[in-house]
């Protein structure tokens, strides 16, 4: 346990923080999951899915809840499933 003031602070600031980060996680995993939902869906919806997923990432790495390379390595794949489908109705047509 803490013993000074400063620190006593500093260990209600992280439980805080902690707590915050951890709702932050928590909306992006959600949402994440609601995009791979969506991917069975219209391309529409898909893309409309990605760009929440990609809003909710960017802020999340603008506060480093997490690292930004991990926000552009998810977005990224995110992106792939977009253009995957997007190329997919393009090729029969043909």
């Keep these: 346990?803490?013993?000074?003031?400063?620190?006593?602070?500093?260990?209600?600031?992280?439980?805080k923080r902690r707590i915050s980060n951890k709702l932050a996680?928590?909306?992006?995993?959600?949402q994440i999951k609601t995009f791979i939902a969506a991917a069975e869906g219209p391309i529409e919806e898909l893309r409309n899915?990605?760009?929440l997923t990609a809003k909710k990432l960017d802020k999340a790495a603008a506060k480093k809840v997490i690292h930004p390379n991990l926000a552009a390595r998810?977005?990224?794949?995110?992106?792939?499933v977009v253009n995957k489908k997007a190329a997919a109705p393009a090729a029969p047509a043909s």
């Design 74 to 80: 998810k977005k990224a794949q995110l992106a792939r």
């Design 25 to 30: 996680k928590k909306a992006i995993k959600k």
């Design 1 to 15: 346990m803490p013993h000074t003031r400063s620190a006593k602070k500093n260990m209600r600031k992280d439980e």
């Design 49 to 51: 899915q990605y760009n």
